[in-house]
């Protein structure tokens, strides 16, 4: 099992579908990563998040990225098989999952709770595709943690 830190130092091109807050992709965009965000059931609904002027800007893409590193989900537990099949077409051997849920049943946006049978279900389907599954940190604060890509 990759540790999260290490997953994201050998990360440079990220597909986002779906986030709890604007921070996950303002801070991945910040912190030096391609970032595109699938926008849309369509194969062109994708945008990029990218600084410019200091500002996080998005701007249509219209395409998938050639190449992603890893794909990024804060969905459904039952759209999971559709973002695995997504993370194999676009080569992304890591699919990071979030659950925005604590252990006490309630919504927060940096949570990664998720219950056994779920995390094992989760961890089966992304592991039984040949990629790495990550779900036990908070994509942001391990980017924050990790610093800006040189």
């Given at each position: 099992m990759r540790e999260p830190e290490e997953v994201l130092r050998g990360a440079e091109t990220i597909v986002l579908v779906d986030w709890p807050s604007s921070d996950v992709p303002d801070t991945l965009a910040r912190a030096g990563y391609r970032v595109f965000v699938k926008g849309g059931p369509g194969p062109d609904d994708y945008n990029v998040r990218e600084v410019r002027d200091g500002e996080v800007i998005s701007t249509p893409a219209g395409h998938a990225p050639a190449h992603a590193d890893l794909?990024?989900?804060?969905?459904?537990?039952?759209?999971?098989?559709?973002?695995?099949?997504?993370?194999?077409?676009?080569?992304?051997?890591?699919?990071?999952?979030?659950?925005?849920?604590?252990?006490?049943?309630?919504?927060?946006?940096?949570?990664?709770?998720?219950?056994?049978?779920?995390?094992?279900?989760?961890?089966?389907?992304?592991?039984?595709?040949?990629?790495?599954?990550?779900?036990?940190?908070?994509?942001?604060?391990?980017?924050?943690?990790?610093?800006?890509?040189?």
């Open positions: 794909v990024y989900a804060f969905r459904p537990l039952g759209e999971l098989p559709g973002i695995v099949d997504l993370a194999r077409r676009a080569g992304a051997p890591v699919v990071w999952y979030q659950s925005g849920m604590t252990s006490a049943g309630a919504r927060d946006p940096r949570a990664c709770w998720m219950d056994e049978a779920d995390s094992r279900t989760a961890r089966g389907l992304v592991e039984g595709s040949g990629l790495t599954y990550v779900d036990s940190a908070y994509i942001a604060d391990v980017a924050r943690r990790i610093g800006t890509r040189a």
